[in-house]
């Protein structure tokens, strides 16, 4: 009892000071860009382009969620499309909105082990997804810098390589799960109980899984470019609303945006916030945009709206919420000691599993 209480208390700690973090980072882009704003909010926004980037947006997330849901298909054919869609807008409003939640990752696969599906595969389908997700991101940031290669200055350039370098990271990252190459060149790695032992099985998990299905991943990497197009459309519709006499193309930001939103994998609450404004104010100082930091202010207005909805789902299901957040705690512990306790060999774990494997969720 005494050291789960130590434990809540360092989360708090931790969870407070990343909050912090966050807002005095974001704040700090405020004051940068203050005089920017002030012109910005003295003007007539054309809010037709917000609506029509909220609808892209939107369309962009709910594709992300379609993309789980096959990875998910090639473990249980089980799995609705309907699950992954709810599942998708409860966990966005985890990751965007509530500061110190577990993750929306964790509780997708905490539903996913209400399935009985194994831990190590419903942990499997969530890495997966990421590695893809971030390989397409930087995908489209490669083909936008072959493109834009030849009149690139110096500064983009080296972006541009940055980007080819992340995407031949990521394939080859891809090729040694699917070879299982630290496996079987360090099979000691999968003894005991540990995290690495852990981390090892997880990855082993994967490989078995996945490298069946190769069309499957090729595919969802395509749909991840795809998700990746629609938020730059959205990013760019939110800047041409903001500074109508823009300059910077739509071609620029298709290798802008993917370097700046990656930047929300950084684990600071609100999905970055205030790190990736940060971040987004340098890179387009590089092609001449009026305020990148101000622009993803507006992008992450979008992107909040879209958690409303999430949020709408996530009170509508409280009750089904609130147990899968019980459980994707358990998950995250386990996770965090090395060590995931599969369910009893019958698949019962002491629960009744609905008849249609819902759960609640698609009640």
């Given at each position: 009892?005494?050291?789960?209480?130590?434990?809540?208390?360092?989360?708090?700690?931790?969870?407070?000071?990343?909050?912090?973090?966050?807002?005095?980072?974001?704040?700090?882009?405020?004051?940068?860009?203050?005089?920017?704003?002030?012109?910005?909010?003295?003007?007539?926004?054309?809010?037709?382009?917000?609506?029509?980037?909220?609808?892209?947006?939107?369309?962009?997330?709910?594709?992300?969620?379609?993309?789980?849901?096959?990875?998910?298909?090639?473990?249980?054919?089980?799995?609705?499309?309907?699950?992954?869609?709810?599942?998708?807008?409860?966990?966005?409003?985890?990751?965007?909105?509530?500061?110190?939640?577990?993750?929306?990752?964790?509780?997708?696969?905490?539903?996913?082990?209400?399935?009985?599906?194994?831990?190590?595969?419903?942990?499997?389908?969530?890495?997966?997804?990421?590695?893809?997700?971030?390989?397409?991101?930087?995908?489209?940031?490669?083909?936008?810098?072959?493109?834009?290669?030849?009149?690139?200055?110096?500064?983009?350039?080296?972006?541009?390589?940055?980007?080819?370098?992340?995407?031949?990271?990521?394939?080859?990252?891809?090729?040694?799960?699917?070879?299982?190459?630290?496996?079987?060149?360090?099979?000691?790695?999968?003894?005991?109980?540990?995290?690495?032992?852990?981390?090892?099985?997880?990855l082993k998990e994967m490989s078995s899984t996945y490298r069946r299905r190769l069309d499957v991943v090729a595919g969802c990497t395509v749909m991840a470019m795809g998700n990746h197009s629609l938020n730059v459309l959205a990013f760019y519709l939110v800047g041409r609303m903001l500074f109508p006499q823009m300059t910077s193309t739509l071609g620029q930001h298709f290798l802008m945006v993917p370097l700046t939103l990656f930047t929300m994998a950084v684990p600071l609450p609100f999905g970055a916030l205030g790190l990736t404004e940060g971040v987004g104010d340098q890179l387009f100082s590089m092609v001449g945009h009026p305020s990148g930091g101000l622009a993803m202010m507006g992008f992450r207005v979008v992107m909040y709206v879209g958690a409303l909805i999430g949020a709408c789902v996530y009170l509508a299901k409280l009750n089904e919420a609130r147990a899968l957040t019980a459980s994707a705690h358990h998950l995250e512990e386990e996770l965090l000691e090395g060590e995931l306790e599969e369910e009893d060999p019958d698949g019962s774990n002491g629960e009744e599993e609905d008849p249609d494997g819902s759960n609640g969720v698609e009640s």
């Open positions: 009892m005494a050291k789960s209480t130590r434990h809540s208390w360092l989360r708090l700690v931790v969870d407070v000071t990343l909050a912090l973090l966050a807002f005095g980072l974001l704040g700090l882009v405020i004051y940068r860009n203050g005089d920017k704003i002030r012109d910005v909010f003295n003007r007539p926004l054309d809010l037709r382009l917000m609506a029509l980037a909220l609808v892209i947006y939107l369309t962009g997330i709910v594709s992300t969620f379609v993309r789980w849901f096959f990875l998910v298909r090639v473990i249980d054919p089980r799995f609705t499309l309907r699950a992954a869609i709810l599942l998708g807008f409860i966990g966005n409003v985890y990751n965007l909105v509530i500061p110190g939640a577990v993750g929306g990752d964790l509780i997708k696969a905490a539903y996913l082990v209400q399935m009985h599906i194994k831990k190590t595969q419903a942990v499997a389908s969530m890495v997966i997804d990421r590695i893809i997700g971030l390989l397409g991101l930087f995908l489209l940031a490669s083909i936008a810098g072959i493109v834009a290669w030849p009149g690139a200055p110096s500064d983009v350039a080296k972006l541009i390589v940055a980007a080819w370098v992340a995407t031949g990271l990521g394939v080859l990252v891809l090729a040694v799960i699917f070879g299982q190459v630290v496996t079987r060149a360090f099979p000691q790695l999968g003894a005991g109980h540990s995290r690495l032992s852990l981390i090892t099985a997880e």
